[in-house]
């Protein structure tokens, strides 16, 4: 029988609390439900306000994969949606977490948690910029906090405040703080910053997707800021063969990254780091730490 657990006044019916969904490190879906559940007070800010989009793996991510903008069949009647237009279904609704026991329902399906820059209302209007640095193999993540580096001290000189996450994959986002702008402009800005970035940089960067330009370098996806993509949100786990969690990252990490490892996190790792740093990109909630678009 599928156990019915009470979160807030709301009955969740949370199924196969034993299965395996991380193999390689056995991490059952309770265990993932636990983690949610236990950061939520850091999460949900991140999500509140902006539609969502899942990644759902719930075979694990050797199963099948699927990415859905629209809520999923049962979504109950208590889910906050919004409604938002696409080219394809003038009528599309999008789910909106806003509370904890709508982060449970979502969990409990098994998903990556995927945002747009924009809150739900404004979808052209973007209160932040993301830059996803991606790296090309040989490179690592650790060439992407050189690159990360370069950017933080690109943005400041247009007065502009960077804060890093690791992706939960092989490499880091970085995100800024705007007062809001027109996503097309927003996109526009870090093209030219993902330039200039090559330009500097030239033997370290790529600011173009072709795959050809890629290995051994770091490329700067400028993409992401377009009013219709969307990026893991922060503390969101990833489907990966161990937990790894899209986890805020201080400046001192990044200035130290000499391997992989020193920036992989994983679920069990973020009980720790939430006690010692609370929540790293909560500048990002703050209207006062917002900067004007150059």
Not at 38 to 45: H, K, M, N, Q, V
Not at 117 to 142: E, F, S
Not at 155 to 169: E, I, N, R, V
Not at 196 to 219: S, W
């Amino acid at each position: 029988m599928t156990p019915i657990t009470e979160v807030e006044g709301r009955r969740l019916a949370l199924s196969n609390l034993e299965k395996v969904i991380h193999p390689a490190t056995g991490t059952t879906k309770g265990e993932i439900l636990h983690y949610y559940a236990t950061t939520a007070s850091c999460l949900l800010p991140h999500l509140l306000g902006r539609p969502l989009s899942f990644l759902r793996y719930p075979d694990g991510p050797d199963g099948q994969l699927f990415f859905t903008k629209n809520p999923p069949p049962g979504t109950p009647s208590w889910v906050k949606t919004v409604a938002v237009p696409r080219s394809d279904d003038k009528n599309a609704r999008q789910v909106m977490v806003q509370d904890l026991p709508s982060l449970m329902w979502a969990a409990n399906l098994v998903v990556e948690f995927h945002t747009p820059q924009w809150l739900a209302g404004a979808p052209a209007l973007a209160d932040r910029l993301v830059l996803d640095l991606d790296p090309g193999a040989p490179a690592t993540v650790v060439e992407c906090c050189r690159v990360a580096l370069w950017l933080r001290e690109r943005l400041a000189a247009d007065g502009l405040d960077a804060y890093a996450k690791t992706s939960g994959a092989k490499g880091l986002h970085l995100y800024v703080p705007l007062e809001p702008a027109p996503s097309e402009r927003v996109q526009a800005y870090a093209k030219q910053l993902a330039v200039e970035a090559e330009e500097e940089l030239p033997g370290l960067v790529v600011h173009r997707m072709t795959k050809a330009l890629r290995p051994g370098k770091v490329f700067v996806d400028h993409s992401q800021n377009n009013a219709a993509k969307t990026t893991a949100a922060p503390y969101t786990l990833r489907a990966r063969p161990r937990p790894a969690v899209s986890a805020p990252v201080t400046w001192e990490e990044v200035e130290s990254c000499g391997a992989p490892a020193q920036l992989t996190f994983l679920l069990t790792d973020m009980a720790p780091r939430l006690q010692d740093f609370g929540d790293l990109l909560s500048p990002l909630l703050d209207p006062e730490r917002a900067g004007p678009l150059p």
